[in-house]
DNA sequence: ACACTATCTGACCGATCGTTCGTATAACTT
DNA sequence: AAGTTATACGAACGATCGGTCAGATAGTGT
């Protein structure tokens, strides 16, 4: 149960890994036990010893989630400098993560944060937390904007990054839904003129 | 089957109004015969033979759905004079639905395009249908603040469009997740400004 | 009042859900 | 090699899922 085993190590991965990918497409309510021991060609009961409960299984793949968020799109952009170029950097990032289909259903969080927004529990509230240090990254991120004179003064950070917020998760659920990826470019595009023109 | 008794029409009413509030918690999928049959005290299959199969439940319920919205945000919004007022009426009237809960879970089909965007299926082609009459109704009141010279010419309606139903959806889910509801006023307010400043 | 039909129920089906448990099989430690 | 854990399995649990069906109940038209 601790994962000392490299053996144990593995299967949690693998498990997860798939765990979030069935997630992104029928939501983390819609993640069973039985199909993801069928898929992964192991017993129910072995998954399950992994996890301890359903809960702690749907916690474990936003963490999951969360890792693989972290290296493909915030470590990325972070590379760019400081200011506006790393603002864009992370909004492309996110949203050629989101394009390439690293997760089957496309954005986890958005798909999540949509499928629990309403509900309660602990899942919920991770969620939650999630969603608000995400916004005080982006937060941050255009006050660097304006600190290293990329932008004007902003008036109401927190608008600015609410309407950011919406564009990207747009883009996401609209180029599931249509199957087209044109939302992408639509979402850079007011992106871009949102923050000012030039890059 | 056919719904000629009152009584039948009555029942069958009253199911998909708990099962709009049902779906845009737990979503379409998290909407069971078992739990409708439970809260409107009336056996499963009593239910369950008003609509055939769960699918066509499904099907019933967002169509529900779309008398209920038409009732409380379209039909109202045509009633402001045609060209802005009626575009600002018609995104009024899609947020105070949201805010003021007429559905526990806010608003339909925000819900329901999240939880079926990637799938497959009938339902999920519902939607998208949906999706783009939705977006084609917004392009045509676009159209028509230019026509009644409330608006510059646009360049591009559907990276219009795109972005105003962003906002809404952004709002909508946003007021759920952290269950306050400044997020409307945000999307009002980028609405407006994006629109040009006066009413 | 009668027949007819729409509506609803209750018992039941096989499948699957999350979960428990005893046991076998690996993998490390010594 | 033996002993000790970590890991995985298989069978079973009560609950619930969507769905079926025969029969009771209610409403309508005549």
Same mark, same amino acid.
């Given at each position: 149960m601790d994962g000392r085993h490299a053996r144990g190590v593995h299967t949690r991965r693998i498990t997860l890994a798939r765990a979030v990918?069935?997630?992104? +497409?029928?939501?983390?309510?819609?993640?069973?036990?039985?199909? *993801? =021991?069928?898929?992964?060609? *192991?017993?129910?009961?072995?998954?399950?010893?992994?996890?301890?409960?359903?809960?702690?299984?749907?916690?474990?793949?936003?963490?999951f989630a969360e890792e693989v968020f972290t290296e493909h799109v915030l470590r990325p952009a972070f590379q760019a400098p400081r200011g506006k170029p790393r603002l864009l950097a992370l909004f492309d990032r996110w949203m050629d993560f989101s394009r390439a289909r690293v997760f089957v259903g496309g954005c986890f969080f958005s798909a999540v944060t949509a499928e629990f927004d309403a509900r309660d529990g602990k899942v919920h509230d991770v969620v939650v937390r999630w969603s608000r240090v995400w916004n005080e990254l982006l937060?941050?991120?255009?006050?660097?904007? +304006?600190?290293?004179?990329?932008? =004007?003064? +902003?008036?109401?950070?927190?608008?600015? +990054?609410?309407?950011?917020?919406?564009?990207?998760?747009?883009?996401?659920?609209?180029?599931?839904?249509?199957?087209?990826?044109?939302?992408?470019?639509?979402?850079?595009?007011?992106?871009?003129?949102?923050?000012?023109?030039?890059?």
């Open positions: 990918d069935i997630a992104t +497409v029928d939501g983390l309510e819609g993640l069973t036990l039985g199909r *993801l =021991a069928a898929d992964l060609q *192991l017993s129910k009961s072995g998954i399950f010893a992994h996890f301890g409960s359903k809960e702690d299984l749907q916690l474990a793949t936003i963490s937060a941050r991120l255009v006050a660097e904007c +304006v600190e290293e004179g990329h932008m =004007a003064e +902003v008036a109401d950070v927190d608008q600015l +990054v609410f309407e950011l917020n919406a564009l990207g998760r747009a883009a996401n659920h609209d180029s599931l839904l249509t199957r087209e990826d044109s939302h992408y470019d639509r979402a850079l595009t007011a992106v871009r003129s949102r923050l000012g023109a030039p890059g």
